[in-house]
């Protein structure tokens, strides 16, 4: 079965095997933002924020009783004191990671959906979801919180997808010349934030292999090319107060394809899902976006030194001379 064969089949609640013992498992994942609804000046409690909120979403209307301690984080916003009311003071991430009533219909017997009736029902879920939750006041010993919510970017593929495409059609419109003007269309995605030593080679580095990651997302399409580099700047941006970063943990791979429908059905396959790796229990809750800057473009007509330029290169801020065999037994019989 081909790569798009097996993604167009692919159900919401059904996880997408890939090589090296890795799956792409569906969860929806929600950004929550708190501000005060009230005139208190008291500073946050994140555990009864948590306790209250978790109560909350474990007991009807909502009943997501499967719902972990861990699926669901806070953490207080800095510079609390020069806010203005408004600001939120906290901020927060749900996961629902357990989407097995998809499958059903109303509270009868377990019963086939089609992809499509299963895919719908899910938008029309999260979308629900999203309404009951946004706007909210949480009442935790008098002290009121307003609760918003966001659906991040990389987790909404029918958002990106029109991103794209409005963004090649702009590109389209404001050319100066005409007669060129050319379709285009994407084709390279960026995944941040995985761990390295899921696409190293076993027994052999901890480090991220060009060899394995190819292997592993040629699940999803052809692969013209891609790169991989490190990824520190996303754990220091998702904790400012993380020094003690170890670098090389996580990694960030660019991935071109050979063709746009590789590309759509590699984006379709890896938004709104988590990865996670056979005998463990870590769930890797990774970014993913589509390249609008043309990082290989960029990379392939980026001017290459050539080796007159690489000799007369500055040295310690001043440049370096070279003098000639000639010119220096000139010089010599000179002083002689």
């Not at 997808?161 to 389209?172: C, G, I, P, T, V």
Request: glycine residues 4%; proline residues 4%.
């Amino acid at each position: 079965m081909s790569a798009a064969t097996a993604i167009a089949a692919l159900r919401p609640t059904e996880p997408f095997p890939l090589p090296s013992d890795l799956s792409l498992a569906r969860r929806l994942n929600l950004l929550l933002s708190f501000s005060r609804a009230d005139l208190s000046v008291s500073p946050v409690d994140e555990w009864q924020l948590k306790s209250a909120l978790l109560a909350f979403l474990r007991n009807p209307p909502l009943s997501l009783s499967l719902l972990q301690d861990s699926d669901l984080s806070f953490s207080r916003l800095p510079d609390l004191q020069k806010r203005r009311r408004d600001d939120p003071v906290a901020s927060g991430v749900l996961y629902v990671r357990d989407l097995s009533f998809l499958n059903r219909k109303g509270n009868e017997e377990a019963e086939e959906m089609t992809r499509e009736q299963e895919e719908e029902k899910y938008l029309q879920w999260r979308s629900s979801l999203v309404e009951k939750l946004a706007g909210i006041e949480l009442n935790l010993k008098g002290v009121m919180y307003q609760m918003s919510v966001e659906i991040p970017a990389s987790d909404d593929f029918k958002a990106m997808n029109k991103s794209w495409e409005d963004f090649y059609a702009s590109e389209l419109f404001s050319s100066r010349n005409p007669v060129r003007k050319i379709a285009k269309r994407p084709d390279t995605i960026l995944v941040r934030g995985v761990p390295s030593r899921w696409f190293a080679e076993t027994r052999i580095s901890s480090k991220a292999s060009t060899l394995v990651t190819h292997t592993i997302f040629s699940a999803l399409g052809k692969i013209r090319t891609l790169n991989i580099s490190n990824d520190d700047e996303l754990g220091a941006s998702k904790d400012e107060t993380n020094k003690g970063l170890i670098s090389g943990l996580n990694c960030k791979v660019w991935v071109q394809f050979e063709s746009y429908d590789d590309f759509h059905n590699a984006m379709k396959a890896l938004c709104g899902r988590s990865l996670e790796k056979e005998g463990s229990r870590l769930k890797v809750d990774y970014e993913v976006t589509w390249d609008n800057e043309g990082f290989f473009r960029n990379a392939q007509y980026e001017p290459a030194q050539t080796k007159l330029e690489e000799r007369d290169a500055p040295v310690h801020g001043r440049k370096k001379h070279y003098t000639s065999r000639i010119e220096s037994d000139h010089r010599k019989r000179f002083r002689d």
